[in-house]
């Protein structure tokens, strides 16, 4: 009993210290996670050097430090290096007026095209229909919401004035537009001339056809609406839908008058046949929405039979006719989404990019964002991960017989789960590792030589993504063809870049594993694809290594398990045990009683039933 409670007292103090020794060594885990790896992998390296030295171990794991630090903490920190100080370069690089020169170029981009002239004006009278929404919602008066001096009647009266605003930016859009082509003071009022007499004859064209001021799908206002019968209102939009057609055709004959002049050179003649056209078009898609929301408003006027629930129930309409109007003005849902997006305001722009770096602020601060101790972290980190690589490789085998006298398990199952984990572990390391850096290097040299911003940067983005399954690499050169293309205009370089990207880059990688993993297990990629992301959920950029090494002991684990559980059940079984334990059994019984006779078992008093005559 004494011996028990001895053993069950070392057993609590090996515990404890246990916890405490986990509580000191975790904050080295992953230099010496790394370590272990790196000796896994190059073993042979360091076997081929031992063999040179003439079996000197502590001179051959030395040397194979050494060899390890040069060929790869080496490279890796001159890129890395390199990627933070282009990324601190990027950083200076993102201020206001940057992205509002980026955003300009990217909306007169000609393959994009999501200029809108009028975008402050739409987005003043957005914000006075919300204004005028809370207002109406919050009111418990119909009288007072409607008074002439109040702030409904104001909101409209300013959702008016913008709506005039909205043709003469136009008109100013699209002639500067055409001034880029004029090379002197006579070809700009040339072109002001023209546009200016476009302009009125759209303005006046479109001002004749809807004096009645109705739109599509409109309905006259007021009490005649309750006046009126199914078969009116239907006749009433189609004379709506009439006006609207014969405006276009109108439009047209102004379109496809000649406007060409011998005058001028052919550079600006082309300008100005591009220019012209289009902005007819949007002046008339502009009479079209004053048109229409002139209409929504005119149903908020105060009335001598109105009431609150009736104007609430306006307000509504408001805003569905104010949705419809601006989309159709925009060109369509999905084209005014993208064109809100590309174009916005001052201050939209000043909140983005605080609020970017409010976000990204404290996460380089918690990472470390060069300050002093994040330095010497990282030099402590390097420090310990090249002194436990060289005690690893200097007393690794001693460390692992030292292991396996203490596991409880067969020694044989013991050397062949090592052995199995070592084949497979640095099989699939070595091939995620070797393909992320080819991956990285050929993604590289189409950075350098195609003019990507921050080709180092962007090289070591996709050296850590290329660990990522399935999406891997794209994460990065999708977004730089996009910048290359829609930002710096260089279309013919963002297309070789993509191209390059799908054949060369993400291929490669399929050539690497496949020429070191032949033979060898390798991950489903569905476990492979959840391993990285939930190792990177649970350690960080660290998981991405820790998450599939660790997938991989675990079915090199069961699939030694499986094997063992075949062989047992497979197991042959000796014919002739049970037969021989039971004549045993018998003939232990008769040598300690009187022996019956042969021909007489049963009459024996302890002879067993159950045996078997031989």
Avoid at 416 to 432: G, H, K, N, P
Avoid at 493 to 508: E, P
């Amino acid at each position: 009993m004494a011996r028990y409670i001895s053993f069950a007292v070392l057993l609590a103090i090996l515990v404890l210290i246990g916890v405490l020794f986990y509580k000191v060594m975790i904050g080295f885990f992953i230099p010496v996670f790394i370590a272990v790896v790196l000796v896994v992998v190059f073993q042979p390296l360091h076997r081929w050097v031992l063999k040179k030295v003439k079996g000197k171990p502590h001179l051959a794991a030395t040397l194979t430090t050494a060899l390890i630090a040069g060929s790869v903490l080496v490279p890796t920190g001159i890129i890395l290096g390199l990627a933070a100080v282009q990324g601190i370069r990027l950083l200076d690089d993102l201020n206001e007026s940057n992205i509002r020169v980026g955003l300009s170029r990217f909306r007169s981009n000609p393959y994009v095209n999501l200029e809108s002239p009028a975008a402050n004006q739409l987005r003043s009278i957005d914000a006075k229909v919300r204004e005028i929404q809370e207002v109406v919602s919050s009111a418990t008066n119909y009288a007072e919401v409607t008074d002439t001096r109040g702030r409904l009647a104001g909101d409209i009266a300013e959702i008016r004035t913008r709506l005039t605003e909205i043709p003469n930016s136009i008109l100013e859009f699209y002639q500067g537009k055409a001034h880029f082509a004029a090379a002197d003071l006579e070809q700009k009022q040339f072109v002001d001339q023209l546009f200016a007499k476009a302009f009125s004859e759209t303005i006046d064209l479109s001002s004749s056809i809807l004096s009645s001021n109705r739109t599509p799908n409109a309905l006259p206002l007021g009490n005649k609406e309750s006046q009126q019968t199914q078969a009116e209102a239907q006749q009433s939009q189609q004379e709506s839908q009439q006006q609207i057609q014969h405006l276009w055709e109108e439009a047209g004959t102004l379109k496809a008058r000649i406007v060409r002049s011998n005058e001028v050179p052919d550079q600006l003649n082309n300008r100005i046949t591009e220019a012209r056209p289009a902005m007819i078009d949007q002046l008339v898609e502009s009479q079209l929405l004053t048109a229409k929301l002139n209409q929504a408003l005119d149903r908020l006027e105060p009335s001598d039979l109105g009431n609150l629930a009736n104007l609430q129930d306006s307000i509504w309409k408001l805003q569905s006719d104010w949705d419809s109007a601006r989309e159709s003005f925009l060109g369509g849902r999905f084209t005014s989404v993208l064109k809100d997006i590309a174009n916005p305001s001052p201050e939209q722009v000043k909140g983005t990019i605080d609020n970017a770096f409010a976000y990204i602020q404290p996460k380089l601060l918690s990472f470390g964002g060069g300050s002093v101790a994040f330095v010497v972290k990282l030099l402590v980190g390097i420090t310990v991960l090249l002194v436990a690589l060289y005690f690893f490789l200097v007393d690794g085998p001693g460390m692992i017989r030292t292991l396996m006298e203490l596991s409880p398990l067969d020694d044989r199952y013991e050397a062949e789960l090592l052995s199995e984990f070592d084949q497979t572990s640095r099989a699939i390391v070595l091939a995620t590792i070797l393909s992320a850096v080819a991956q990285g290097l050929s993604a590289g040299l189409a950075y350098f030589f195609l003019g990507a911003p921050s080709a180092f940067l962007l090289t070591a983005l996709t050296m850590v993504c290329a660990l990522i399954p399935f999406i891997g690499t794209a994460i990065v050169w999708v977004p730089a063809a996009l910048y290359m293309a829609v930002y710096q205009d260089r279309v013919p370089q963002a297309i070789a870049l993509a191209i390059y990207a799908l054949l060369i880059v993400g291929t490669i990688d399929n050539f690497i594993k496949m020429l070191i993993l032949h033979g060898q297990r390798q991950l489903h990629p569905l476990l492979a694809l959840l391993s990285v992301l939930g190792g990177i959920q649970a350690l960080g950029p660290i998981g991405i290594l820790i998450g599939p090494l660790a997938v991989t002991l675990l079915q090199t684990t069961l699939s030694i398990f499986r094997r063992e559980v075949i062989e047992l059940n497979s197991a042959p079984v000796e014919p002739n045990t049970a037969q021989s334990t039971n004549t045993a059994q018998s003939t232990n019984t008769a040598s300690s009683t009187d022996t019956a006779a042969p021909n007489q078992p049963n009459e024996t008093p302890n002879s067993n039933p159950n045996s078997t005559p031989q």
